[in-house]
């Protein structure tokens, strides 16, 4: 079985830049769907972007504009890239396979964003 775990995350000051990783093991990401979520405490579980097995993004429209996806297929990882970072960006992220699912939130521990503010 596909497992996943987030790396990346950390204190970052209004208007800077994140990079975020989603690392898979015991399989690869080819082949998968590929989802990013985020959530506030006590609060849903948001999808954030999706990238189907063939690399097509969707992006949700609070990071429309200022989000990006890549690979590094050495490293079986997929990157969140997000910019112009606001307070409303300071959550607990998440990675997960397969299709959207507003429970991944609890399958794993995310990477947390803070506001360095």
């Known amino acids: 079985e596909v497992q996943v775990v987030e790396s990346g995350g950390g204190s970052v000051p209004a208007g800077g830049s994140l990079r975020l990783s989603c690392t898979a093991s015991g399989g690869t990401l080819h082949g998968s769907n590929v989802v990013w979520y985020r959530q506030k405490p006590g609060e849903e579980c948001l999808m954030v972007s999706t990238t189907s097995p063939g690399g097509q993004t969707y992006f949700t429209d609070f990071v429309e504009g200022r989000v990006a996806i890549s690979f590094d297929n050495t490293k079986n990882t997929e990157y969140l890239w997000l910019s112009s970072l606001t307070p409303e960006d300071t959550d607990v992220y998440h990675c997960?396979?397969?299709?959207?699912?507003?429970?991944?939130?609890?399958w794993g521990q995310g990477t947390q964003v803070t506001d360095s503010a």
């Open positions: 997960a396979l397969g299709k959207p699912n507003i429970y991944a939130c609890a």
